[in-house]
């Protein structure tokens, strides 16, 4: 057998541990093992750590049954029948004690306070469309970990945005993707959503969903606007339904993408409802909803300690006194916290109308967030009871976002751009 310091004159052998079922053991509870613990957990590994105190989050993966926990000093004999440890001890004796068992039960040894003394190294790991990466950097001059994230993080970054090109090879199945799109900003859709994106033989979108997201696509790539599918017979959600539904029978990988969370005022539902009527597949990419991210975006919380404990979310597009609404407007008037509208820029004065007449504040702070999160925002503050003149006055257009209670006094000191 070579002799131990040959490890750090050769490079690393990379290998993927499958650790399902398998005993680990993890010599100490700070925050090394509050780093490391969720991988192990995730890995579905059979958990035991030692240690006499751990931090509340590793205290609590202990008291959720993720990990056994023993709560006493590393002991001789703990490594018995075990595949890894890692040992991440503030004792160096317990930690040098703990690497020599392993290296007699030949356990994979992970130590944190000296890589030299272990006989396996942690790689700098993401993980982006079904694929794990795991970067180790190793040389005679020693290992730079900050090196590895930094190279990670690169080629995690390469797969998501699509400048690093890996081209599927795998059989897709056809069906719909609804996916949300975000605010507007096309930063702010998720990663799944921009990787299902990426996959999509037909994508048809809302004109409130991130248009800069269709610049980006493929040229073989077909993209129909919802708002121009022909409709005769069909109202225009039907006839949404039946284009997902043929571009989905045709074998097409079709994604649905709506602004916003597909499930706040998106009739995403129905659409799912028609899928699965026609036993197509659907998969759901929930998305940030613009009732949270565009008053966030104009600096305008919708909760604050000592001003709001809750928010509700309203749509607008029904005003108060029409028999289709809803809405129950006297119990909104009578709610502390912060009311978000949607939809609802040409019927806000028959809205603030309503809640004054039911008991709200005629000085209630209103602000209407146009366009947020985009290069486009702006943001105009009233009152309740001079907010529709001054709708009118800014000539404040759909989409926009209207926020009514004390938190839009709290935001109103400091108005970030979108970009900033």
């Keep these: 057998m070579a002799e131990h310091a040959d490890h750090v004159d050769h490079p690393a052998y990379p290998v993927g541990l499958r650790l399902s079922g398998r005993r680990v053991v993890v010599v100490g509870g ?3 093992a509050q780093r490391r613990l969720p991988a192990l957990i995730a890995a579905g590994a059979d958990i035991v750590l030692v ?47 703990a690497s020599a068992e392993a290296e007699r039960t030949r356990t994979w040894c992970v130590r944190s306070d000296n890589a030299d003394a272990a006989t396996a190294w942690t ?42 090109a890996a081209p599927h090879h795998r059989t897709r199945t056809p069906g719909v993707a609804l996916v949300g799109g975000g605010p507007g900003d ?32 493929p040229p073989h790539v077909e993209v129909i606007d919802a708002a121009k599918i022909p409709y005769g017979r069909y109202m225009a959600q039907e006839a949404i339904n039946q284009a997902l539904i043929e571009h989905a ?5 079709v994604v649905r993408l709506k602004g916003g969370d597909p499930f706040v005022f998106g009739r ?4 799912a409802q028609a899928l699965a009527a026609e036993g197509i597949p659907c998969t ?25 404990h809750e928010f509700t979310v309203v749509s607008g597009h029904v005003a108060p006194d029409d028999e289709r609404s809803l809405v129950d407007w006297p119990a909104l008037a009578r709610l502390r916290g912060t009311l978000v509208l949607l939809m609802a820029v ?39 009871a001079t907010v529709a003149e001054r709708a009118v006055a800014e000539d404040v257009r759909p989409p926009a976002v209207i926020v009514i209670g004390d938190v839009v006094a709290v935001g109103a000191s400091s108005v970030p751009h979108p970009a900033e």
């Excluded at 998305?287 to 001003?307: D, E, L």
Aim: charged share 25%; glycine share 10%.
């Design 30 to 32: 700070g925050q090394v």
């Design 51 to 97: 240690s006499p105190a751990a931090t509340p989050s590793v205290e609590a993966m202990a008291d959720a049954g993720e990990i056994r926990w023993e709560r006493r000093p590393y002991a001789d004999g703990d490594l018995a029948d075990t595949w890894y440890a890692l040992i991440a001890s503030d004792d160096t004796a317990a930690n040098d004690a």
């Design 123 to 164: 790689p700098a790991t993401g993980r982006s469309e079904g694929v794990t990466v795991a970067v180790l950097t190793t040389d005679t001059h020693g290992r730079d970990p900050r090196h590895s994230a930094a190279v990670r993080d690169a080629i995690v970054e390469g797969l998501r945005d699509g400048t690093l």
């Design 186 to 217: 096309p930063d702010l859709i998720t990663v799944r959503g921009r990787r299902l994106l990426a996959e999509a033989d037909v994508v048809i979108a809302d004109r409130l969903g991130p248009r800069d997201l269709l610049d980006e696509l």
């Design 249 to 253: 029978k045709a074998g097409k990988a």
């Design 268 to 271: 995403g539902m129905e659409e």
């Design 284 to 308: 759901v990419v929930p998305g940030i909803s613009s009732s949270i991210s565009v008053p966030g975006a104009a600096g305008i919380p919708v909760t604050h300690r000592g001003v709001a």
């Design 346 to 384: 040409d019927k806000i004065g028959a809205i603030a109308r309503t809640l004054i007449a039911h008991g709200k504040a005629p000085e209630t702070p209103v602000a209407l967030v146009q366009e947020g999160t985009t290069a486009a925002q702006r943001r105009v503050d009233a009152t309740l």
